[in-house]
């Protein structure tokens, strides 16, 4: 069965700063995988989603996350935060031939001035 | 129009209530889905539905049940509430061409307390 490890339950960076979330995942074939964020008092939004090809994925509000099969990890980028940023964010995992996502526990982003 | 609407948005119940808390979707996806969400814990299923007749248990099951009343609508019922059930609860719905591959779209969810 699939799992999900997101090893930071809270992260404080700077406005402009860089910001990268950790996501770890337990798989053993190719994954679907996704990282959604949810604002305060706000249904999830999805960010980004990887299933095959380039490891290097783009998603919406200037994020960027890469899948790296040797580390079973799908770590979630940014350049430059913004206030606006701040939110929770969740990695989740679906098998290839599954139906069901895995979400990991979340990650509290705060953006302080 | 919201593509994913709950109701009611708040609700605080007494132990020993039955609760229902339904979800409609306008998107025309076939299946549908019912998390809930607790602080350090993420998301966890409840139950899921491919297709009005196809009902499934997810990770956390007990003291819960539901109803695909038609592909747009799907509640998730608590037949006596109990404190622990105090949480965030989503409903989501999902295409069905990717299996898990697919994005699933959220709710503004249904914050419930159980006195």
């Known amino acids: 069965a699939q799992s999900v490890t997101q090893p930071d339950i809270h992260i404080t960076v700077s406005e402009g700063a860089s910001l990268e979330l950790r996501c770890n995942y337990s798989y053993g074939a190719t994954p679907y995988l996704f990282w959604y964020v949810q604002s305060p008092g706000q249904g999830l939004q999805l960010l980004l989603k990887y299933f095959s090809g380039d490891t290097l994925v783009q998603g919406i509000k200037g994020f960027e996350a890469e899948f790296k099969r040797s580390q079973s990890s799908f770590n979630l980028r940014k350049p430059s935060v913004h206030w606006s940023d701040a939110a929770e964010y969740f990695c989740?995992?679906?098998?290839?031939?599954?139906?069901?996502?895995?979400f990991g526990a979340g990650t509290i982003l705060r953006v302080k001035s | 129009d919201a593509d994913v609407t709950q109701t009611p948005r708040n609700r605080i119940t007494k132990t020993g209530k039955r609760i229902m808390l339904e979800c409609s979707q306008t998107?025309?996806?076939?299946?549908m889905y019912w998390y809930r969400q607790d602080p350090g814990l993420g998301l966890r299923l409840i139950y899921y539905?491919?297709?009005?007749?196809?009902?499934n248990k997810g990770e956390i099951s007990d003291g819960y049940s539901v109803s695909r009343q038609a592909q747009a609508k799907f509640s998730l019922s608590l037949e006596s509430a109990i404190p622990n059930q105090t949480a965030l609860y989503f409903c989501?719905?999902?295409?069905?061409?990717?299996?898990?591959?697919?994005?699933?779209?959220f709710g503004p969810g249904t914050r419930l307390t159980v006195l």
């Open positions: 998107k025309g996806h076939d299946r």
């Open positions: 989740a995992v679906g098998a290839e031939y599954g139906n069901k996502l895995v």
């Open positions: 989501a719905t999902s295409d069905s061409d990717r299996g898990a591959g697919n994005e699933q779209f």
């Open positions: 539905s491919f297709d009005v007749k196809d009902i």
